[in-house]
């Protein structure tokens, strides 16, 4: 673990220091609250960068916070200001897995707007980690831990890529970090209270009782579907709709 560590600060020293403005995307989950951890220790001009989803937990926006009083960073807060999650959902339909528009249209159309606005030459750390898909693993086994990411028009820097969670559990709890409340009741970090990967019944029924007015937004916008669309599609032609799973409850 201490080799772990030891390569990762030296590694966001190394790219760190080449760029003008460094900033780390931050979600509230584990992975981006260690890497906001590491790089706070590496670099002295770090900033912290977090994206309003406009579908995030409660709970999760104020851990952010939370975190940032503790710690004593600078905090930029990015949003789309033109619309919001469920204006395109409207007009696009549902993501899925093989339409997931969301990642694009949420969180780089306002990362590359704001990159816009620096002087000099960027550079986003991520907490991304090739372990959590086979799909990760192919992808960044090419692309490597520093590319160009041209949807954000900035150079990328991925530290974690080779942690796992059981690594990211020990430096969590090793440096006494506190964790984000979304997991205990949810079981992620809440930056996106909707996921099209999230295919469980038993989230969105929890969904329901624990944030109500949420979860109605997500009935509503299955409702403005012209051809009645389901929030989350099964594959092999099966949908759900979650206006259907609330209506014996």
């Known amino acids: 673990m201490e080799n772990l560590i030891k390569k990762a600060i030296d590694d ?27 790089a706070l220790k590496s670099l002295n001009n770090v900033k912290v960068v977090y994206i309003d989803t406009t579908i ?30 469920w204006g395109i959902v409207k007009r696009r339909g549902f993501p899925h897995n093989r339409f997931r528009w969301c990642l694009e249209e949420i969180k780089s159309v306002p990362l590359k707007a704001f990159n816009k606005t620096t002087n000099g030459k ?41 942690w796992d969670d059981k690594q990211i559990e020990e430096y969590l709890m090793i440096n006494k970090i506190p964790i984000n409340p979304s997991y205990r009741m949810f079981g992620h970090g809440g930056n996106c209270y909707y996921c099209p990967y999230q295919k469980k019944k038993e989230y969105y029924l929890k969904l329901y009782r624990e944030y109500p007015n949420l979860y109605q937004n997500i009935i509503d916008a299955e409702n403005s579907m012209i051809n009645k669309g389901a929030a989350i599609y099964l594959g092999k032609g099966k949908k759900m709709y979650l206006s259907e799973i609330i209506k014996n409850i």
């Open 122 to 162: 960027n550079l986003h750390l991520t907490g991304t980690s090739k372990k959590e898909s086979t799909m990760r693993e192919k992808i960044y086994s090419i692309r490597g831990k520093l590319h160009f990411n041209s949807s954000i028009c900035s150079f990328v820097f991925h530290p974690l890529l080779e």
């Open 12 to 38: 966001i020293k190394k790219y760190g220091e080449k760029y003008d403005n460094v900033f780390v995307n931050y979600s509230g989950g584990r992975y981006s609250t260690v890497l906001l951890h590491l």
């Open 56 to 85: 995030s937990l409660p709970d999760c926006e104020e851990y952010v916070y939370d975190l940032q009083k503790l710690w004593n960073f600078e905090l930029i807060k990015l949003r789309r200001e033109d619309t919001d999650f």
